[in-house]
């Protein structure tokens, strides 16, 4: 069962990524959520703490699910990995990467916000690097830098979103992704 805590997070990582977090309405999150405000502050002092709660629980359960239990497998790692990175209906090309969406709206003007989105692009840099050590120790693929790739991987995709995003094209982030997929093969 959702408790008022979870409608509060959902609602506002929905607002938040479909407004940015200086657009997004507090009167719109507790509508969405079906919570007064009062309610609100039971568990949160106030729209910025709601807001980064938010986004980390959010984003670093969505990366969780598509990363990160690649790494309990035993073979089979880079497949896996590029069916994940081929999966469109993960995304949403309308609305951008929150990650990347957020970065660009708060990390220069609120600390806060900068060290949290620092915090999740490296726990997305490290599943990446995790399951380029496993593919190697599997001799899925040559020895290498993994953290210069998990570094190029993951600029790449979010270059990808970004693609999609500006042109309204999906096609174009799985032209990139194509691409990338040929560029790790080349290290096997």
Known sequence: METTRDKLIRATFDEVYSHGYQGASLTDILAKACVHKGSMYHYFANKKEMALAAIEETILQKNAEKYRYIETYTDGFLEEFYTRLRDTSV?????????????????????DFNTLMKAIYEDFRT???????????????????????????????????????????????VDVIEELIEHIEGKR
């Open 91 to 111: 995304r949403d090309f309308k609305r951008g990467c929150p990650i990347a969406n957020i970065v660009q709206e708060m990390s220069n003007i609120d600390e």
């Open 127 to 173: 599943n990446v690097k995790a399951i380029l050590d496993k593919a190697i120790e599997a001799k899925e693929m040559q020895p290498c830098n993994t953290r210069k790739l998990a570094l190029f991987i993951t600029s790449t995709v979010e270059g990808a979103i970004l693609a999609a995003k500006a042109s309204g094209n999906e096609q174009d982030y």
